[in-house]
């Protein structure tokens, strides 16, 4: 019987990672939410981590507008506390696999950023995620495993998609940005890589350090808006576009944030698959798991 912790596990990736674990007769799986655990807390932590044998991090400070007036606590959480995860684990014997994202970069790439890009964030969010990174490898060359993915979207939580289909039902004309490039990820599909990769870990199958783990191929916010509303038999058209400056935000965003997935060789591993593809399972329609605005 393998032990799992997953923090965070009332977010979006957490309630899928319990979800799929639920499901596995060889697994005994703990959730922490962040009633049950403070992951700042570094006593809580070593006592949450004891007797587990892997610990998903899903927990993460993720207003990336916030953090701009509030890096200390985007840092507390996402750098500091990640480091106190990665002592707990090392301290134990645990794997750690640790969420991260492609807000570590620039933006400025024309090509899919490689795993062993130096990081170089233009944001608060972003130095804070990469401070945990930091930390991972530091504490954890041999067992930790950092996984950073991109443009999230699902079930649970508020995220793009869900704005989209609830706006465009409130009869909403919505304007869009098209001048930024990523990824696209369905949190399911993530979260199945995440324990598909955690089984290797514990294996000694996968080799610690960076992986990539998001959809291939590439979109805009525009484009995938359009691609939403055609997958749920909506009207494409109701979504005009603009650029990133005709918005208002407090953080500066990648204008590219593709990323390449060269390092799921290593652990016998292919890339995950395209956009399109999962958008087309997760909404309704799809043959998995539909979701529907709230």
Known sequence: MTRWLVTGAHGMVGRELLHILGRDPGARVTGAARDDLDITDPAAVRAAVYEHDIVINAAAYTD???????????????????????????????????????????????????????????????????????????????????????????????NFVKTILRRTAAGDQLRVVNDQHGAPTWSRALALRLVELGHRALDGRAPAGIYHGSATGQATWYGLARAVLERVGLDADRVSPCSTTALSRSAPRPAYSVLSQDRWALAGLGPMAPWRHMLHDALPGGPDAPFAPP
């Open 64 to 158: 990336v507008d916030r953090a701009e007036a509030d890096e200390e606590q985007a840092l507390a959480v996402n750098g500091r506390a990640v480091g106190g995860l990665a002592k707990a684990c090392a301290g134990s014997g645990a794997r750690l696999l640790h969420i991260s994202t492609d807000y570590a970069f620039a933006g400025d790439s024309s090509f899919p950023y490689s795993e062993y890009a130096p990081p170089r964030p233009v944001n608060a969010y972003g130095r804070s995620k990469v401070a945990g990174e930091r930390a991972v490898a530091a504490l954890l060359p041999g067992s930790g495993y950092v996984v950073r993915t991109t443009w999230l979207y699902g079930e649970h939580g508020m």
